[in-house]
DNA sequence: CTTGACATTGACGTCGGTGTCAACGTTTAC
DNA sequence: GTAAACGTTGACACCGACGTCAATGTCAAG
């Protein structure tokens, strides 16, 4: 298929699909005047960019999910190099999150200060 | 003061004090040779800047407070407008905890999903 | 043949705060 | 007097995942 109908399929668009390409996510053979031409699989393996993508992984880190489909591996993330991702990511979660927290604190305790009658719920 | 002593001061850069400046967040009388020529005020008034940003305020968020010093609050957040703004920012600081958690309950669970005997703390 | 939908590559814009450089004028210290 | 340190404005670079436009090529239907 061409990169409409993928795109379509996908809901991705065409834009990003060249975009996942240039950064060698994606592969695709040239039709005879230089069309991309994808597979079925390849409508798994933009679908599995994207869940991802949706969680907050950036680009690279989809990366190891990728190759593990293209191993032949029904999920991306059946791979020892994709499990790392998922624990590294959960890391980076919880820091983020305790990063926010401490945030918060910090921001109600300015705004206590500033406006004593002010009631911050938490 | 010039922009130097103000940078040294406050610790922040000159491209940064100029950049504030530039977005009105700070004025400047200037000498006769054309430099920027600070008051004492001025390094209160880059210190809730920098305090704010730290928190996570965008530079426009911290227009209302600086304002606020200029109106001649001993406190940046001891008028109206910033108290909004606190308040927006706890709720902003909320939602994103909302979307870290649902996140990390959702990696957490394609992990134990494709990786099953891997245990997830929390 | 023409129109329109679809394809190609390349490049710039977005958002925010700042680094860094250029090309130049001013002040300070020796 | 001269060099070093400081000031000025203006502009480009960065990060990330695209949107969007330009200029051009390809193909099916009327």
Do not use: W
């Amino acid at each position: 298929m061409r990169i409409g109908e993928l795109a379509d399929r996908t809901g991705v668009s065409t834009r990003s699909l060249r975009y996942y390409e240039q950064h060698g996510l994606l592969r695709a053979r040239r039709t005879a005047n230089g069309y991309r031409d994808y597979s079925e699989d390849d409508v798994k393996l933009v679908s599995e960019i994207r869940a991802l993508l949706k969680v907050g992984f950036t680009l690279e880190d989809t990366r190891p999910f990728v190759d593990c489909l293209r191993r032949g591996h029904s999920t991306g993330g059946s791979c020892a190099e994709s499990v790392e991702v998922y624990e590294r990511k959960l890391n980076e979660i919880d820091e983020e999150i305790r990063v926010l927290l401490a945030r918060r604190a910090e921001v109600a305790a300015q705004l206590a200060q500033s406006c004593p009658g002010c009631f911050v719920r938490g």
